[in-house]
Structures are given as structure tokens and as C-alpha cells.
């Protein structure tokens, strides 16, 4: 006889899975599937950059200080640089990336690299504007408030896992002058971004950017289901207080239970 828990959590995968799957399947026969809304922070690079071009001065991104390849925040962080790679090559734009783990400096260096490539600009690009700069924290954000000051950069991209430097690099790029587009997934810092950044992507729309970008239909299919989820995840929880608060959910608990 399965608990309770095990039954809601059966119910919820299925229907996530079932979701899915259909909407995978609709994508790929070329059937519509609903649209992502529009993300601001993601519409806004392109007129930063043009900004950037125009005042001929460079742009500089940061994927976040994550210790390693294990943060998703990370990863969503790759899908938006290559999105910033190919507009700054179509605007012949300067970008400078900063990183603080040495193994991500080649990766880094290869998606802009694709970026420049992508739009016939290769010859554009330099390599030592993808920059390895320090293995902690408050070092790597020494650093990348130097270039901001030093390069007086327009705009400044902060995408990925953020900790207590964020407001750091946000009140540098402010003396700079500078366009700030920022976005994490840590709670603890969105207010920071919010306050200090022009445009800030809150909490999973770093992760919805790649779908958003792409305009792939079975990217976009599979976040659909995915937001599904959560709507029907959130129900279940209303409903489960609701039944509480009203002393009303021991029918239902034997229900399940039987």
C-alpha cells in the first residue's frame, strides 16, 4: 500500500512527464505551442550594445563566481554570453569576459569565440579579452572592478551565480556610466540587482533564456511543461492549505490512504 506522498508524488511526475511529452511531440510536427513572455533583460542587450558601439567603448560580462561547472546557473550564464558574442560581432562591438576558474577560461574563449564566428567577424576577436582573472572571490572582484574603471566600459553583464560582490560590481559599473544588465537565481542578491542594474532577469528567467534566444520549438515546448508543473505543484500546495486551515483534509487523506 503506498503512503500518501508517494501517491501525489507519482501523480505530479506523470502528468509532468505526459505534459512533456506532448508538447515535445507538437513542437516537432510544427504545431504551435505556447509562446515564452517577453524577457526584458534579454531584449535589452541589443541596445546596450549599440550603445557600447557608439560611444566606442568596450562591454564586459561576468558569468557569476561559481567554484565550478556544477551550478546550472553557470551553464544557463554560457547560452547568454553566446547570445552577447553574436550581437557585439554584428555591431563590431568590444567584449571583454572575466572568469575566476581557470577551467572555464577555454570554454568561455571558445563560445565567444563561435559568437564572432557566427556573424563572419573571427578576425575581430581577440583572445586576450577572455580573462582569467583570480581563484577567489574578493581577489576576482578586485579585478573586475579594475577593468571597469580602468577600460570605462558601457555596459556591464552580470548573468550567473552572484554572492556579496554583486553590489560591488553593480556600484562600479554605476560610476562608470555604464548600462547594467543583471540577473541570478540567488534570491539573496536580486535586491541588490534590482536596485543598482537597468534590467535584472529574476531568478529562473537566467534559465529560460537559452529557450528565449534560441526560439526553438522544442526548447520551448519542454519550458512550457516545466511551468506547467510548477502551476499544478503550486495548486496542490493552495489547495493542501486550504484543506488545512479549514480542519477539512482528513477525507481526502483517507481517500489516499485506502
Same mark, same amino acid.
Given at each position: ?16 512527464? /505526459? ?11 510544427? /504545431? ?48 547568454? /554570453? ?49 580573462? +582569467? ?6 581577489? +576576482? ?70 529557450? +528565449? ?42 481517500? /489516499?490512504?485506502?
Amino acid at each position: 500500500m503506498l503512503e500518501q506522498g508517494y501517491v501525489i508524488d507519482s501523480l505530479v511526475v506523470l502528468f509532468y512527464t /505526459l505534459t512533456v511529452v506532448a508538447l515535445i511531440s507538437r513542437a516537432r510536427k510544427g /504545431l504551435r505551442v505556447p509562446e515564452i513572455r517577453r524577457i526584458p533583460g534579454i531584449d535589452s542587450i541589443e541596445e546596450a550594445v549599440g550603445r557600447a558601439t557608439e560611444m566606442n567603448r568596450p562591454i564586459i560580462y561576468s558569468p557569476g563566481t561559481a567554484a565550478d561547472f556544477n551550478d546550472p546557473q553557470t551553464l544557463a550564464s554560457f547560452a547568454v /554570453l553566446g547570445h552577447v558574442a553574436r550581437t557585439v560581432a554584428r555591431y563590431q562591438a568590444r567584449l571583454i569576459t572575466a572568469t575566476m576558474v581557470p577551467q572555464m577560461q577555454p570554454i568561455l574563449e571558445e563560445i565567444v569565440r563561435q559568437g564572432y564566428a557566427s556573424e563572419g567577424s573571427v578576425d575581430v576577436f581577440r583572445s586576450d579579452d577572455v580573462r +582569467y582573472l583570480a581563484g577567489s572571490q574578493w581577489a +576576482y572582484a578586485s579585478g573586475v572592478v579594475g577593468i571597469m574603471a580602468r577600460e570605462g566600459v558601457a555596459v556591464t553583464l552580470m548573468i550567473g551565480p552572484f554572492w556579496a560582490e554583486s553590489l560591488l560590481f553593480a556600484e562600479a559599473g554605476a560610476r562608470a556610466g555604464a548600462i547594467q544588465i543583471g540577473g541570478t537565481a540567488h534570491h539573496h542578491q536580486l535586491a541588490f540587482m534590482l536596485t543598482a542594474c537597468d534590467y535584472c532577469m529574476l531568478g529562473e528567467e537566467i534559465y529560460a533564456a537559452s529557450a +528565449y534566444i534560441s526560439k526553438n520549438p522544442v526548447d520551448t515546448a519542454s519550458l512550457v511543461a516545466q511551468d506547467w508543473g510548477k502551476m499544478v505543484i503550486f495548486g496542490l500546495i493552495l489547495a493542501g492549505s486550504i484543506l488545512a486551515t479549514a480542519n477539512a483534509q482528513k477525507p481526502l487523506v483517507d481517500f /489516499l490512504t485506502k
